[in-house]
């Protein structure tokens, strides 16, 4: 990634399946989470590490259109729930930045709104490309027995 640069990835977690939105980039403006949302059985652990590396690699589609503001968040009607507070109650959430090739990672258990105050996971010095990094994401995911 060139200097400045940021990527988010997002993954959630409910009833044994994880859950990857696409993040778009608004012009100008903050990114957003938009269809495709990838749907995988955490016991599929090849598919789950595919899907995560894939989504790294395709980046973030530019939004040439503003969205609606109060439209059902796209990961929540994947989940087949009525709203968002549905989703803080019931799921896991992980969020990954990365800038200028530095890796943080945040989590947001159950009952936790995503995006507010979440735990920051410290990641080990030697989990420093994309691979290793959602390998270490899978191995809390197992480490929570949340699949």
């Given at each position: 990634?060139?200097?400045?640069?940021?990527?988010i990835?997002?993954?959630?977690?409910?009833n044994?399946t994880?859950?990857?939105?696409?993040?778009?980039?608004?012009?100008?403006?903050?990114?957003?989470?938009?269809?495709?949302?990838?749907?995988?059985?955490?016991?599929?652990?090849?598919?789950l590490?595919d899907?995560l590396l894939?989504?790294?690699?395709?980046?973030?589609?530019r939004?040439?259109?503003?969205?609606?503001?109060y439209?059902?968040?796209?990961?929540?009607?994947?989940?087949?729930?009525?709203?968002?507070?549905?989703?803080?109650?019931?799921?896991?959430?992980?969020?990954?930045?990365i800038?200028?090739?530095?890796?943080?990672?945040?989590?947001?258990?159950?009952?936790?709104?995503?995006?507010?105050?979440?735990?920051?996971i410290?990641?080990p010095?030697?989990?420093?490309?994309?691979?290793?990094?959602?390998?270490?994401?899978?191995?809390?995911?197992?480490s929570?027995?949340?699949?």
């Open positions: 990634m060139s200097t400045n640069q940021t990527f990835l997002a993954l959630y977690i409910y044994g994880a859950y990857i939105p696409t993040n778009g980039k608004e012009p100008g403006g903050p990114f957003l989470e938009i269809d495709p949302v990838v749907s995988i059985p955490l016991t599929e652990e090849a598919k590490r899907a894939s989504n790294m690699q395709s980046g973030h589609p939004l040439s259109h503003p969205f609606p503001k439209k059902i968040p796209v990961v929540v009607q994947a989940m087949w729930l009525k709203s968002w507070s549905s989703m803080v109650k019931l799921s896991y959430g992980y969020h990954l930045r800038t200028d090739g530095k890796h943080c990672l945040y989590f947001c258990a159950k009952g936790k709104a995503k995006g507010v105050d979440p735990e920051r410290e990641l010095s030697e989990r420093t490309d994309n691979l290793s990094v959602i390998n270490f994401v899978i191995e809390h995911i197992h929570l027995n949340l699949g």
